[in-house]
């Protein structure tokens, strides 16, 4: 089994950053993509990023050139960089590994004020 622990959330003005962090443990091995989702009050919970082992990348349309993912194997952890952040982008925002099944986070709400 793959646990995964999120870190980093809160609240920030528009245009502001910031930086979360989540942490795998367990069966790491078996993983091989590590991403964020978030969902937004009333709405899915969708896609923001993720990240291969060798270190591709896919980006949400809504965050591209605003948010980077990154990802060190050896600390089996995965960063998102958000930068000129939106109210939009509030939302609970979830960390996702990928080994035999998925294993999510517990979340870190992300609150962008306008």
């Known amino acids: 089994q793959v646990r995964v622990v999120e870190s980093g959330g809160g609240l920030v003005q528009t245009g502001g950053s910031l930086r979360l962090s989540c942490t795998a443990s367990?069966?790491?091995?078996?993983?091989?993509?590590m991403g964020w989702y978030r969902q937004a009050p009333g709405k899915q919970r969708e896609l923001v990023a993720i990240?291969?082992?060798?270190?591709?990348?896919n980006y949400a349309d809504s965050v591209k050139g605003r948010f980077f993912i990154s990802r060190d194997n050896v600390k089996s952890t995965v960063y998102l960089q958000m930068n000129s952040l939106k109210p939009e982008d509030t939302a609970v925002y979830y960390c996702?590994?990928?080994?035999?099944?998925?294993?999510w986070g517990q979340g870190t709400q992300v609150t962008v004020s306008s």
């Open positions: 990240v291969t082992r060798s270190g591709s990348t």
């Open positions: 996702s590994a990928d080994g035999n099944l998925r294993s």
């Open positions: 367990g069966s790491i091995f078996s993983i091989n993509v």
